[in-house]
């Protein structure tokens, strides 16, 4: 499979966005109503999600104790705690491989959970998908492609930003074989350790630049 975009945690979305914007980036809010993410789309390929929570319902923070063996709202809830930088991937897969990757992480004994995502967002384009969420939040979810999924992609950014050609993945070597076996991407370089770092991205006039 592969990769759909990079998640990267920020403690403030509003002056994130700002940020990227004086970066020479397009940036758009995932949605028009107390937006909790923003998407930096490139022309080609993956791209990166700025999110500031994971749209979990209040009641949730309210009362910890009653969710606090869901072990899936419990690592939800830690990605959100996250210091700012990039914490997750997503893999992306047609409608016909959802039941294969099942089986993969399940095979492995991954437990996950399967959730339908949907949204319209500020361009009023109604966005679909199935997603499938390890509980283990090192490893990557994966989600079916949106019907208009092309359209994402039909953006300029001031600074001449094409496409992410490159990022590392450290993960331990027990999940390093799973991520091996999901993986068809030559962007991602699986490595030993610890999260995703060097995301570099190219621009119209091939300069090679660091996502930060």
């Known amino acids: 499979m592969k990769v759909n975009h990079l998640l990267y945690k920020v403690d403030n979305l509003q002056e994130s966005v700002a940020y990227y914007r004086q970066q020479g980036f397009s940036v758009e809010y995932g949605r028009?109503?107390?937006?909790y993410n923003a998407l930096i789309y490139f022309p080609?390929?993956?791209?990166?999600?700025?999110?500031?929570?994971?749209?979990i319902p209040g009641f949730v923070h309210i009362f910890p104790k009653l969710f606090s063996r869901n072990k899936f709202?419990?690592?939800?809830?830690?990605?959100e705690n996250a210091a700012q930088g990039f914490i997750r991937i997503c893999f992306e897969?047609?409608?016909e491989m959802v039941d294969e990757v099942c089986k993969i992480y399940r095979k492995n004994k991954k437990k996950i959970m399967k959730i339908k995502v949907k949204r319209?967002?500020?361009?009023?384009?109604k966005l679909v998908c199935n997603t499938i969420f390890p509980?283990?939040?090192?490893?990557?979810?994966?989600?079916t492609l949106f019907n208009n999924e092309e359209t994402l992609h039909l953006v300029k950014h001031l600074n001449g930003a094409q496409r992410i050609i490159g990022f590392e993945y450290g993960v331990s070597k027990k999940d390093k074989r799973i991520l091996e076996s999901l993986n068809t991407d030559k962007l991602?370089?699986?490595?030993?350790g610890n999260g995703i770092k060097h995301v570099l991205f190219e621009t119209d006039k091939k300069e090679i630049?660091?996502?930060k």
Do not use: W
């Open 32 to 35: 028009e109503k107390n937006p």
């Open 44 to 55: 080609e390929g993956p791209y990166v999600e700025l999110i500031h929570n994971m749209n």
């Open 73 to 79: 709202l419990a690592g939800m809830i830690s990605q």
């Open 93 to 95: 897969c047609e409608k």
């Open 120 to 125: 319209t967002d500020t361009k009023g384009r």
């Open 135 to 143: 509980v283990d939040t090192e490893l990557p979810f994966v989600k």
């Open 188 to 192: 991602m370089k699986i490595t030993h």
């Open 209 to 211: 630049c660091e996502f």
